[in-house]
C-alpha cells in the first residue's frame, strides 16, 4: 500500500506570511494528488488537484506544485480566513489522505 | 446547484448497525463515482469507500467485510451500511462527488453526519 506523509504537523504564522506544506508518496504517484481546507464544523474543500491545478473559484494565493513523490502546497500571503487544517489527498489507486496540517497564528 | 445532505447518523452500540444516506442535487449521479470519508473527534480525514458509476466499490481495510457502499440513481442517493461497528467507527461521515475516474479528487461534499458508538 502507498503511504503518504505530510509535514509539518502544524505551524504558526503571521498575516502576510508564505507558508509551504509537504507531501510525500511512498511510491511514485505521478501527479494524483489533492489539496484540501478543512475548518471546524465544515466540510472540506477542494483548493488544488491533480497537484498543481487551481479548482474554480479559489483564491490565486494557493498553489501547489510537483509530482512523483513530493509535492508542495503553498500559501503566497496568509489572511485570516486560511486558519485551517489542511490536508493532501492520494488518489491513485486507493485514496489515502495525509496526516494533516494545522495552522494558526 | 450541486448539493449533497447526509442523514441516517445517530448513537448506536457497538456490534450495531446503521445506515446513512446522501441524497444529492444538481447533477447526474449515475455519471459520477461517489465517495465516503470520515473524520472522528480530533483525528484526520479517512476515506471509507467509493463507488464508480457503473457499481464497483472500493473499501479501505479498516472497514471492509463491515461497511457496504450502494447507490440508487433513481432517488439520487448513495447509501453507507454500516454493520458491526466498533467505537473507533465514531465519527463525522462526509458524502462527497468524485470528479474523475474513481476515486480520484473530490471535488463537492455534503456537511456531514455525526455517528456516534457506544453503549
Known amino acids: 500500500d502507498i503511504q503518504v506523509t505530510q509535514s509539518p504537523s502544524s505551524l504558526s504564522a503571521s498575516v502576510g506570511d508564505r507558508i509551504t506544506i509537504t507531501c510525500q508518496a511512498s511510491?511514485?504517484?505521478?501527479?494524483?494528488l489533492h489539496w484540501y481546507q478543512k475548518k471546524p464544523g465544515k466540510a472540506p474543500k477542494l483548493l488544488i488537484y491533480?497537484?498543481?491545478n487551481l479548482e474554480t473559484g479559489v483564491p490565486s494565493r494557493f498553489s501547489g506544485s510537483g509530482s512523483g513523490t513530493d509535492f508542495i502546497f503553498t500559501i503566497s500571503s496568509l489572511q485570516p480566513e486560511d486558519i485551517a487544517t489542511y490536508y493532501c489527498l492520494k488518489s491513485h489507486h486507493l485514496p489515502v489522505f495525509g496526516p494533516g496540517t494545522k495552522v494558526d497564528f | 446547484e450541486v448539493q449533497l445532505l447526509e442523514s441516517g447518523g445517530g448513537l448506536v452500540q457497538p456490534g450495531g448497525s446503521l445506515r446513512l444516506s446522501c441524497t444529492v442535487s444538481g447533477f447526474t449521479l449515475s455519471s459520477y463515482a461517489m465517495a465516503w470519508v470520515r473524520q472522528a473527534p480530533g483525528k484526520g480525514l479517512e476515506w471509507v469507500s467509493t463507488i464508480s458509476g457503473s457499481g464497483v466499490t472500493w473499501y479501505p481495510d479498516s472497514v471492509k467485510g463491515r461497511f457496504t457502499i450502494s447507490r440508487d440513481s433513481s432517488k439520487n442517493t448513495v447509501y453507507l451500511q454500516m454493520n458491526r461497528v466498533r467505537a473507533d467507527d465514531t465519527a463525522v461521515y462526509y458524502c462527497?462527488?468524485?470528479?474523475?475516474?474513481?476515486?480520484?479528487?473530490?471535488?463537492?461534499w455534503g456537511r456531514g453526519t455525526l455517528v456516534t458508538v457506544s453503549s
Open positions: 491533480d497537484a498543481s
Open positions: 462527497a462527488r468524485d470528479r474523475g475516474y474513481p476515486n480520484d479528487e473530490l471535488d463537492f
Open positions: 511510491q511514485d504517484i505521478t501527479k494524483s
